[in-house]
Every structure is written in C-alpha cells, then in structure tokens.
C-alpha cells in the first residue's frame, strides 16, 4: 500500500504576504514623497520665495540619482536575491532548473544596473543611426525599440526560469513583469507624445509619476510572487526553505506474496 509522508514540521513563515506589505507601504511613501515635496516647496515659497528645491528633487522620479532611483534598483536587486534563493533550492531538490534561476537573478542584476547609471539612454543614438528616427513623439526616446527587443530576451529567460512552477505562480509573475515592461516601455513612449504636445507640465510629470510607479509596482508583484514560490518555515530554531506546492513522491510498498 501507498504511504505518503505528513507536512513538512514547522511554523510557515508567510514571507510573500510580509514582503507585499512592507514593501507596498514603502513604494507607496517613495510614490507619494514626490508631489508631497513639490506640494510642500510651492507653498514654502509663498513665504520665503528662495525656498530651494533640494527636497523635491531628491525624491523627483525623473531625474537620477535620487531616492525613488536607487529605491527601484533595490526592488530589482531584491528579484535578483530570490531567484538566487530558488536556484540554491532547486539544486537541492534535485529538481532541475538552477541555472535557468541562476540567469534570470543575473538579468535582474543587470536590470538593477541599468536603473541606477542609466545605460538604456545610451542606446539612444544608436537607435537614431540605425534606424534614421528623428526622435519625436512615442520615439522621443529612441531607446524603447531595443528595449522591445530586450523585453522579449526577458520574457524567454523568465519563462525558462518559471517553467516548473505551478501556473497560478507564473500568472503572478507574468503579471508582474507586463506591469514592469508596460511602465518601462509604454508609458515611456507615450511621455514622449505628452512632451512633445504639452512639454513639460502637469501632464508630462503625471505620466513620468506613472511611468516609474508601474516600474516600482511592477518588480514589487514580481518579487512578491516568486516569493510564494517557496515555502520557508521555522523548526527547532532553524529555517527551512524548499519549494512550495509541491508534494512529498509516495513510496510504494512491494506487494506481499
């Protein structure tokens, strides 16, 4: 007869669901500084009208080198830790499918790169050669086309990587990403549009808001979610860390003569 083992022992540590809370209040805070400080430095200079700007520029989503910046490269660097994680417990488990993690965390690291030096926006004048774009409207800047081109590079590497997980985790994932690559992507081409036609007022800061705040929500969902991928608990005063829905293999009795 077939015996399968009980649950693993322990307290279940809900890591996704702390994960999702503390760092939704945060993104929201770093979100939520940056027309707070605008606000507050406008109504400063109805007094002191050489109020300076250094407080609003420091949580300014358009500019580098500023808190929402790094605050989002620490969202893709924090990806990146994860995957490194399910790399070494996938190993562990014999189950295939370390490497695959291994280059996903490296292409988040990249991705956590990028956002703090900007190396996308070199690929502007590459892009304007190549393809002999003036730079106006949804290609003002010109790099989202190899960005598209780099998108679809993340998407194999990430469905490589997530293969084995169980479909309602890849969803997540999946969702995670469109929202990251939509903010990065989209909502860059259409500030192009917007600046182009307003220039730079109250609508092109509101899609520049948007844009980083799908970017920020973006790497949250997808760290939140390959979180819940594992299953971390506490026993006898250690961590235990494997993979989530999953089921022990039953061992089967040989059959009595």
Do not use: K
């Not at 979100?31 to 300076?52: E, K, V």
């Not at 590459?126 to 790099?143: N, S």
């Amino acid at each position: 007869m077939a015996e399968v083992s009980g649950p693993s022992p322990g307290w279940v540590v809900p890591v996704a669901r702390y994960a999702a809370v503390v760092l939704g209040g945060v993104t929201a805070l770093v979100l939520a500084a940056n027309p707070a400080t605008r606000w507050f430095a406008r109504l400063r200079r109805q007094d002191d009208p050489d109020y300076p700007d250094d407080v609003p520029l420091l949580f300014d989503v358009n500019t580098e080198a500023t808190v929402p910046t790094w605050y989002s490269a620490g969202l893709l660097l924090a990806v990146a830790a994860v995957c490194v994680v399910l790399a070494v417990v996938a190993r562990d488990a014999d189950g295939g499918g370390a490497r695959r993690w291994v280059v996903l965390g490296l292409v988040f690291v990249g991705m956590s790169l990028d956002e703090t030096v900007a190396l996308h926006e070199r690929l502007d004048s590459g892009v304007t050669d190549t393809l002999d774009v003036e730079g106006t409207g949804a290609l003002r800047h010109p790099w989202v086309v190899a960005g598209v081109v780099l998108a679809a590079g993340l998407a194999v590497v990430t469905a490589r990587a997530i293969v084995t997980l169980p479909r309602h985790r890849r969803r997540w994932v999946a969702l995670g990403l469109g929202i990251y690559v939509g903010g990065a992507l989209g909502l860059e081409a259409v500030s192009g549009v917007v600046l182009d036609a307003a220039g730079e007022g109250l609508a092109y800061a509101a899609v520049t808001w948007a844009e980083e705040g799908a970017e920020m929500v973006g790497a949250l969902v997808t760290c939140c979610a390959l979180l819940a991928a594992l299953d971390v608990r506490l026993h006898d005063g250690a961590i235990r860390v494997a993979l989530a829905d999953t089921r022990p293999r039953a061992s089967v009795a040989p059959p009595h003569a």
